[in-house]
């Protein structure tokens, strides 16, 4: 069972940046690939990063690519999002999510395990 308890969400203007963290429990969490996703109000939930269990695959939803990168300490039980050049488009409810199946997917509905969300807000 893995626990996953997400911080670092504010407000900031266009152009600023924010740095995510998800704290996991449990003694798997450096065997699970993790993926962070975003829902913004009525909007489906969608995927936005995803990295393996070693951090040595990522990949990204092309409207963050370059912006935003992912990372993981897995002697921390910690995954990070970096987001620079922030556009109120990327306002949403960010969620981290894992899944006990180590291939990349960017369906939400194939994660097992999911954070309680934090909110980015993000002003013109």
């Known amino acids: 069972q893995v626990q996953l308890v997400e911080s670092g969400g504010g407000s900031v203007q266009a152009g600023g940046s924010l740095r995510l963290s998800c704290a996991a429990s449990g003694r798997t969490f450096s065997s699970y690939p993790m993926a962070w996703f975003r829902q913004a109000p009525g909007k489906e939930r969608e995927f936005v990063t995803f990295i393996n269990w070693s951090g040595g695959f990522t990949s990204y939803a092309d409207s963050v690519k370059g912006r935003f990168t992912i990372s993981r300490d897995n002697a921390k039980n910690t995954v990070y999002l970096q987001m620079n050049s922030l556009k109120p488009e990327d306002t949403a409810v960010y969620y981290c999510?894992?899944?006990?199946?180590?291939?990349?997917?960017?369906?939400?509905?194939?994660?097992?395990?999911w954070g309680q969300g934090t909110q980015v807000t993000v002003s013109s």
């Open positions: 999510a894992s899944r006990r199946a180590g291939i990349l997917s960017t369906d939400p509905r194939t994660y097992d395990y």
